[in-house]
């Protein structure tokens, strides 16, 4: 048997909705903590025991290039807090650094 969890809150048009096996009542704050430690994902737990994280906004594709996703999938809460940790390291490398123009043959003239 599994419960609902409704968070009441309004991502665009959809309600955000939290799955948990009834059974384990440390899942709701478990999700909670997650939510306010990594404020920028929502975090459930499907009807199947998969933890899940979706970023509450879009990747510039700076972040993607860098390996960040729009979506995590995890076998437990451990699991995906380490996974969003390492989404927040991608997110907060340095961008590489761009070429202002192509080097010719022998490389880069003297300005």
């Known amino acids: 048997m599994f419960s609902v ?10 309600t955000e909705r939290v799955v ?3 059974d384990d009542e440390t899942v709701p704050a ?3 903590a997650i939510e306010e430690k990594f404020d920028h ?7 199947t025991g998969t933890w899940w994280a ?7 594709s700076a972040e993607m290039a860098a390996g ?7 076998d437990d809460g451990a699991q995906l807090v380490r996974r ?3 989404q927040d390291l991608a997110r907060s490398a ?3 650094k761009t070429l202002d123009r192509l080097p010719d043959k022998e490389g880069f003239p003297d300005s």
Do not use: F
């Open 84 to 86: 969003l940790a390492e």
């Open 41 to 47: 994902w929502w975090a459930w737990v499907s009807d």
């Open 20 to 22: 948990w096996a009834a």
């Open 94 to 96: 340095p961008e590489p």
């Open 30 to 32: 478990t999700i909670d």
């Open 54 to 60: 979706a970023r509450r906004s879009a990747l510039t």
């Open 5 to 14: 969890h409704d968070r009441s809150v309004t991502p665009g048009d959809a």
């Open 68 to 74: 960040c996703v729009h979506y995590l999938r995890t």
